[in-house]
C-alpha cells in the first residue's frame, strides 16, 4: 500500500488546515492509521491515530484541542483537521498504518510512511 499526504501549505497562526492522506493499493481499512510530523532539525513527532472504526482517537498533548484526525474508509482517505495554528505546528506532516500492538506514539510500529506534505505556520 502507499500513502499519500496533501493538503499542506502556509497559513497564519491562529488559521486552519485540512490533510488528507489517500492509500491506493490493498487500504488496510481495519488498521489503525496515524499522523506523525516532523520539524527540520527535530525527531519525527507523533500528532495522533484513529481507530479502525473511527470512534477513538489519541492525540498528543501538544495538539490536543486542536487537531481533529477523522477517517473515511469507504474512500480510503484519512484526515486531519488542523485549528488554531501555532507557529511551532510548522513541519513535514506524515501518515502511516500501524501495523503492531503497542505505544501509539511508537513509530517503529508504523509502516508505508507515505509523501509528506509541508505545513508552516507563520507568526
Known amino acids: 500500500v502507499q500513502l499519500q499526504a496533501s493538503g499542506g501549505g502556509l497559513a497564519q497562526a491562529g488559521g486552519s488546515l485540512r490533510l488528507s492522506c489517500a492509500a491506493s493499493g490493498r487500504t488496510f481499512s481495519s488498521f489503525v492509521k496515524g499522523w506523525f510530523r516532523q520539524a527540520p532539525g527535530k525527531e519525527r513527532e507523533f500528532v495522533g491515530n484513529i481507530n479502525y472504526r473511527g470512534d477513538n482517537t489519541v492525540y498528543a498533548d501538544s495538539v490536543k484541542g486542536r487537531f481533529t484526525i477523522s477517517r473515511d474508509n469507504a474512500k480510503n482517505i484519512l484526515y486531519l483537521q488542523m485549528n488554531s495554528l501555532k507557529p511551532e505546528d510548522t513541519a513535514v506532516y506524515y501518515c502511516?498504518?500501524?501495523?503492531?500492538?503497542?505505544?501509539?506514539?511508537?513509530?517503529?510500529?508504523?509502516?508505508?510512511w507515505g509523501q509528506g506534505t509541508q505545513v508552516t505556520v507563520s507568526s
Open positions: 502511516a498504518i500501524k501495523f503492531a500492538k503497542g505505544t501509539d506514539s511508537d513509530d517503529s510500529l508504523y509502516r508505508s
